[in-house]
Structures are given as C-alpha cells and as structure tokens.
C-alpha cells in the first residue's frame, strides 16, 4: 500500500534509490537532562513528539491531529540543535525506534536544475519509509529564503517543492518537522502557518538563573564541585552569554588550571604523570576565562544591558529604583516570573519616556540597567546605527522591520535611546512611519516603550509629546544627585586615601 502511494511512485521514475538518504547515527548520551533551563520547551515537543507515540489513543478520541512541525529560533549557541539531538535521543530511549534525519541548510542545493527537488522528495520518502521518524533542517532560512522578485528562480522552486512536501504530512503521519534559524524574517512565510510549522519557539539568552543551572550541569562532575558563592558570582557576571558562551568558559577555566598547576606540560613532548587530585578550578581561573571570552552575541550586535557600575551606583541608585517602581506600575509583566500568564488586559499604553540634561547618565548608565532588570523579556533597539547601518535596505524598511519584530516577541522592551537626536536626523517618511507603527500598537500589548531624552519636555515636537503623556505619568525628568548621595559617593575615595600605606612584603 505504501509502494502504491502516488509520491513514491515519483521517485521511482526519475530513477531515484531512496538508499541514497540514510539517517545519522544518535549521540545517546544527550538527553533531556542535558540541556538546561528549558522545562518549557521540552514539555511542548513531548505534546509534538512523545506523547502521539506513546497514547495514540487519545488522539483518536479527540480526532485531532497532533501538531506536526515545530520552528526554533533565536540568537546562535542558545541550544536549538541541541535540543533537537536531545529529543531524538528521548524518542529512542522508548520501546520504538525513532529514525532522525538531519540536513543543514545548503545540503541539498545542487548545481544541477531539479537535483535540489528530488534530493527533497528522496528525503520525505526515506523518512515516511522509516517511520516513527524526526527531519531536522538546520539553518533553514538557507534553504528556505523569502521568494521575491528580485530572486532567483532555482531557490523559489525549492521553497514550493518544500511547501507541497510539508503539506502533504498531515496523512502521512509519523514525521516530525523541525527547523532551526536565527534568522527569522529570511524565512518564507507560507512556511509559517499551522500545517506546516504549527509552533515557534523563540530560544532567548539565559536569565541569570537559567545561567547558574547551565554552569551547574557542565560543572557536575568535577572534583571538588565548584562551591555556591562562586556560582553566583560566575551566573551574575555572565550577563549577554549563550549556553555555547557558558560552555567554553568552563572548558577554558579547566585550561587555566592546568597552566597554573602544571606548566611544564608546555615545555615537553613526552607524556608527564601528573597527579590530577592536585588539579583544582578556583576563582582566579573563572576570572581570566572571563575576561579572555567575548560573548557572541556581543561580536554580532553592541553591549545594550549591563548592571550599574559599583563606582557609580551611589549616585544613580535611588533614581533607578524610583525608574523600577515606575516601570512595575506601567508594566506589571516585569515583575511576574518566568512563563507567568498573565491576563491580556493587564496592561494600558506601558511607555515611560526618560528627560535628564547631558550627562545624567541616563543612556550610560540607568538605560542599559533598566534593560538588565528586564533582562528576560527580548529587547529591540532602534537608534540611528539601527536604521542606517544596513545600506541595502531603507530606514522605513528598518524602522518596520525592528517594531515588527518587538510586536511578534511580546512581552518585550522596544528601547528608543537618543530619541530626540533620532527624531531631528530621520526624514518626514520615516518619522510618519514610525509614528504610525506606534499609533497602531493595541493599547493592552504588552510592549513596553521605553525612550531617553535629553531635551525639556515643552521643546518636544508635537508629535513625541502626543506619544508620551504626562497625565498616564508616562513621562520621568532626572534630578541630580542630592546631597547624601554625593556623600556616599566621595567616602570609599577619602577612606581609602586616609588609610596607611600597606609594608612591603
């Protein structure tokens, strides 16, 4: 019956070895323990995956089909492949066993006109031969790209090969869809619409305790165990660090160790016996290893969100700390936990627009520490480099791009840094844009606006005044810092210039 099927029939006639498409050997030793910090994610592929395996006849009663592809996304090294390994590991663990194909994006573009479509279909049918079985495409955007006029014809052939694959699913069975990006506006949209990939979910940057719990996991094995203070040290300082980041810090504190405590291993060839009880991982190891390792996303995109500054804190705390309570009045999102629902109507127009003079420190310092108390919510940034940096596109299209993309990760933060220098340096186009965009923002969205200004509220063009109302007390004016502050800020200095000099050793 399966022979007889229409699809099969095809690649019979091209002369296809369905053969020629084998799936990867699995690392059984990645499981869901492995991955940290993600008991969300997990559950939901179990709904996908696990469970329609497992109780069928659930599925039956209901007539309900379960979903059948799942889109990742979000920034690199934050776990998408590795959570597909870990879920075909799982899968397998059962009494069944689960084929898992996995292609990267360019693998099956070919230079040869209909190679890349039958390379796709061969794909299908090995997986629908092998069945209960997972695809993984990995960098699928590759693959997968937005059809437009201005490209060519080969990549819009394979999208539409893909799409009529994917469609075909639902009475196929069996076969989990999984695509993994971090580019996700490169993504055709026919692709995303349930059918096809039923569910995206979004990989964010780890919180701080989702950091402490992937250090945790790469550092459960070592002899000692890296004690508590240091671990909140460690998840405090890694601020902007993937799960890819945590792990190479690790590997690279290990290599400190042994330079410290064996560093003659580097002047010889031979092979040393070296007594390994003596090889320990202390805070001087994790500190050079700090300051060796730049995040990746920090090598992709500028440093938005950092805490205040120990030598400054005394002098901006109480301001940022009236800021937060204002915040959690305005947007109560920020103070829920983690994947706490909260009602839809919770919110009403959350923005807060911050007027301080030059040099209040308002987008050095309490700007990007604002960010680090919301540091679980995604953050778009729109500022002048954001609009002009990519000449290939206009500043309409990127001012569109950047709320579209605060609009589809709700709840989150759109941070407007240079508002005033922004809104004199853009056209009457991009201004009418933007202000559009803003204006059709549902007023219960939870998107919290957060700008900075360095202008006298009554000197704002009508327009920004419109956009942040004082009667919402949408709008905070910077004071400086009284006279206790200055106090506590000059002690730690006259304390330390009091001091003796310390004796030569």
């Not at 219960?444 to 704002?460: E, H, K, N, R, W």
């Amino acid at each position: 019956e399966d022979g007889a099927k229409a699809i099969l029939k095809v690649g019979e006639k091209v002369g296809a070895s369905v053969a020629e498409v084998q799936p990867m050997e699995m690392d059984m030793g990645v499981t869901f323990d492995s991955v940290g910090g993600m008991k969300e994610y997990v559950n939901s592929l179990k709904e996908m995956v696990m469970f329609p395996l497992l109780y069928p006849e659930m599925f039956d009663k209901f007539n309900i089909v379960p979903p059948r592809g799942v889109l990742f996304y979000g920034p690199p090294g934050t776990g998408k492949t590795l959570l597909a390994r870990a879920l075909a590991c799982e899968c397998s663990n059962e009494n069944r066993k689960v084929a898992f194909f996995m292609r990267k994006g360019a693998d099956c573009l070919s230079k040869w006109i209909g190679e890349s479509e039958r390379q796709l279909r061969l794909l299908f049918d090995q997986a629908y031969q092998m069945r209960p079985s997972i695809i993984f495409f990995d960098e699928i955007d590759g693959l997968a790209p937005v059809r437009s006029s201005r490209q060519d014809q080969i990549h819009s052939s394979i999208v539409s090969t893909l799409l009529a694959l994917m469609d075909g699913l639902d009475n196929r069975g069996e076969i989990v869809i999984i695509g993994a990006t971090n580019r996700i506006e490169n993504i055709d949209p026919a692709l995303r619409r349930p059918g096809r990939f039923d569910r995206e979910l979004r990989f964010s940057l780890p919180c701080r305790s989702t950091r402490k719990e992937i250090l945790g996991l790469h550092t459960k094995s070592w002899n000692p165990p890296v004690s508590a203070p240091l671990m909140n040290f460690l998840s405090a300082k890694t601020l902007g660090y993937c799960g890819a980041d945590l792990k190479g810090l690790c590997t690279e504190a290990a290599l400190n160790a042994l330079r410290r405590r064996y560093p003659q291993v580097y002047q010889s060839n031979q092979k040393l016996q070296l007594d390994l009880d003596n090889l320990k991982v202390e805070r001087e190891d994790f500190g050079k290893a700090l300051r060796k390792i730049v995040p990746s996303t920090h090598r992709v995109e500028d440093k938005v969100l950092s805490p205040l500054p120990k030598h400054i804190k005394s002098l901006v705390e109480p301001t940022y700390l009236n800021i937060v309570a204002n915040i959690k009045r305005l947007f109560p999102h920020s103070a829920a936990g983690k994947g706490a629902l909260l009602p839809q109507t919770l919110t009403h127009r959350p923005r807060l627009m911050i007027i301080g003079d030059s040099g209040q420190g308002q987008t050095t310092y309490i700007g990007p520490a604002l960010l680090h108390f919301m540091e679980k919510f995604p953050c778009q940034k729109l500022d002048i480099p954001a609009l002009f940096s990519n000449s290939a596109r206009t500043p309409e299209e990127a001012c569109t791009q950047i709320v579209h993309s605060a609009r589809r990760t709700m709840p989150g933060v759109l941070y407007i840094p240079h508002l005033c220098m922004l809104w004199n340096t853009i056209t009457d186009t991009v201004r009418a844009t933007l202000t559009t965009l803003l204006s059709d923002l549902p007023p219960t969205a939870p998107l919290l606006i957060l700008a900075v200004c360095d202008q006298p509220y009554g000197s704002l063009s009508p327009e920004l005044q419109t956009m942040f109302l004082p009667y919402y007390r949408e709008v905070y004016k910077l004071e400086n810092p009284g006279e206790n502050e200055r106090r506590e800020y000059f002690r730690p200095l006259i304390v330390s210039c009091s001091a003796l000099p310390p004796k030569p050793k």
